[in-house]
T-cell receptor, first 112, second 113 residues
Framework: DAKTTQPPSMDCAEGRAANLPCNHS???????VYWYRQIHSQGPQYIIH???NNETNEMASLIITEDRKSSTLILPHATLRDTAVYYC?????????????FGKGTRLHILP | DTAVSQTPKYLVTQMGNDKSIKCEQN?????MYWYKQDSKKFLKIMFS???????INETVPNRFSPKSPDKAHLNLHINSLELGDSAVYFC????????????FGQGTRLTVV
């Protein structure tokens, strides 16, 4: 079972920042937080990941709370192409038997 | 250069047939996966292989047989196809012991009629 909880859907106006929350209250000290998205039945696409510190790349920013029990993915200037299902995942990723378990994700609608 | 490529992209076949889906990755990863996404859009892991060794088998019917000829390839063979096997199948790869991302192929949409 997925170890994360996300809202089922969210709306965001085009050009505004999209803030997608994720709860992972049972996260272990060696588990990373990953975000993927799936655009219209394409293959899931990696966005960003982090352990403790906030992270930023060309796609998004990841804010992890100090207690690591929740995080927020920020798409700074959402476009229509960002409409997708966003998955928040926790995983150790250091073991051979590591597996990426997807929950239901958040369906993000970018509104024109 | 596609990182993880699957063939075919679409597959329509009759019940009872046997079919294969192929996956190749050029990322140098040592771990590959098969996932199934059903009509309700849930993504579920089926298998993982690390350096050609089966690591994860998530209670998948034995009609499904993965084969990894080398660490860059993971094929999925399905015997005696059933209507319920209709789904999108995704291949993915990652590097064990490394906190980087897993990369997914574009999927194979299997329709059993």
């Amino acid at each position: 079972d997925a170890k994360t909880t996300q809202p089922p859907s969210m709306d965001c106006a085009e050009g505004r920042a999209a803030n997608l929350p994720c709860n992972h209250s049972t996260i272990s000290g060696n588990e990373y937080v990953y975000w993927y998205r799936q655009i219209h039945s394409q293959g899931p696409q990696y966005i960003i990941h982090g352990l403790k510190n906030n992270e930023t790349n060309e796609m998004a920013s990841l804010i992890i709370t100090e207690d690591r029990k929740s995080s927020t993915l920020i798409l700074p200037h959402a476009t229509l192409r960002d409409t997708a299902v966003y998955y928040c995942i926790v995983r150790v990723s250091m073991n051979r038997d590591d597996k990426i378990i997807f929950g239901k994700g958040t369906r993000l609608h970018i509104l024109p | 250069d596609t990182a993880v490529s699957q063939t075919p992209k679409y597959l329509v076949t009759q019940m009872g047939n046997d079919k294969s889906i192929k996956c190749e990755q050029n990322l140098g990863h040592d771990t590959m996966y098969w996932y199934k996404q059903d009509s309700k859009k849930f993504l579920k892991i089926m298998f993982s292989y690390n350096n050609k060794e089966l690591i994860i088998n998530e209670t998948v019917p034995n009609r499904f047989s993965p084969k990894s000829p080398d660490k860059a390839h993971l094929n999925l063979h399905i015997n005696s196809l059933e209507l319920g096997d209709s789904a999108v199948y995704f291949c993915a790869s990652s590097q064990a012991g490394y906190s980087g991302a897993a990369f997914f192929g574009q999927g194979t949409r299997l329709t059993v009629v």
